[in-house]
């Protein structure tokens, strides 16, 4: 097939564009590696059916041109990252609404299928046992760091609608913390941050005071759960969480980073206000229920959090990452 991937140049795009590439797939990227990176592309950059323009998803023109070529699109291009997020509150609400608005668009004109990545921030506050129809609690709107998830909610209810109204295929994938290779903590990226610390020796900062817990899944296996969904007949007009259950504080997490790690760095814990500026909130858990995916797909993932920290440690380490370029 010929599937358009937006954001392919990014952490989780560029795994996805090798895999469909491997399947023998015509793959179109555009990316305008705000976060993303054409390093991530090293492997694919000179496949024969790989093809690449650096550009923004809200060049209209663009996207109706390369939409009218495929047969599937994946949507990952998005702002995100809690500090790009609280530094660029504009770009993050335009780029993540217009640029799902224009794809969609593009999307019903051609009849083209469409899987749209959406994020566990659009459950807020709600915690534990996250399933698709589960209430969301939103924080006030006069803290920025709930942009972010309204801007996917409304992605979401755009593509339903799209779905509901004018029966275009598409199927929302909710990513809970994915992560491996790759991934820079450049954007507030917990993981990959606390690996280069550790990697240099230095204390390892822990926002808050680390008792929220997170479920952290490889990125191989959110490809594969991709592929599935989009393999799947039953999996079109629905949401499905992506994800592991299994949580780890992430005090715990840190220690567990020093270890993997083999490293000699303190931990030390960051009031939020110190962090991120006053009234900042965070969710105490965020634990996807995935019945849903794994009973429609028989997906499971394959990494346990030992081999995704050392996936991590090894992909930093091999670029000789400190806490100042990571």
């Given amino acids: 097939m010929n599937i358009l991937v937006t ?4 952490f989780i795009g560029s795994h996805l564009v090798e895999r469909l590439l491997e399947r023998g797939d015509t793959v179109y990227v555009i990316d305008d590696l705000s976060t ?15 093809h690449l323009a650096v550009d923004s998803i809200l060049n209209y023109r663009l996207m109706e041109e390369t939409v009218g070529k495929c047969d599937q699109v994946v949507h990952l291009a998005a702002v995100v990252g809690v500090k790009k997020v609280l530094d660029e509150p504009v770009n993050t609400i335009t780029t ?10 593009n999307c019903d004109r051609h009849r083209v299928p469409l899987f749209v990545a959406s994020t566990s921030e659009i459950y807020g506050k709600a915690g534990e046992h996250l399933n698709e129809d589960h209430d969301r609690v939103m924080g006030s709107t006069a ?7 309204c801007t996917k ?12 109204e004018r029966h275009l295929p598409v199927i929302i994938g909710r990513m809970f913390n994915v992560v491996g290779p790759r991934q820079t903590g450049e954007w507030g990226m917990v993981l990959p941050t606390f690996v ?4 240099a020796g230095e204390p390892i900062r822990v926002f808050g005071d680390g008792s929220q817990r997170r479920c952290f899944l490889h990125v191989d296996d959110m490809v594969d759960a991709v592929m599935r969904l989009l393999s799947s007949d039953d999996a079109w007009g629905r949401v499905f969480n992506i994800g592991v259950e299994d949580e780890i504080t992430i005090l715990d997490l840190a220690h567990k980073v020093v270890e993997r790690a083999g490293s000699t760095s303190t931990v030390e814990v960051i009031p939020y206000d110190e962090a991120y500026g006053t009234g900042f909130e965070d969710m105490e858990r965020r634990q996807p229920d995935t019945t849903r995916l794994r009973t429609l797909t028989g997906w499971t993932p394959t990494y346990d959090l030992d081999e995704i920290i050392d996936a991590s440690v090894g992909y930093l380490r091999s670029r000789g990452v400190d806490p100042a370029t990571a």
């Fill in 96 to 105: 993540n609404v217009r640029g799902s608005e224009i794809l969609l668009e």
């Fill in 7 to 10: 954001g392919g140049a990014g």
């Fill in 196 to 199: 280069a610390s550790a990697l």
């Fill in 36 to 50: 993303g990176a054409l390093a991530n592309l090293a492997k694919a950059r000179t496949h024969a059916n790989l």
């Fill in 153 to 164: 909610t409304m992605d979401e209810f755009l593509a339903l609608a799209y779905n509901q």
């Fill in 143 to 149: 803290n920025r760091r709930w942009a972010y998830a």
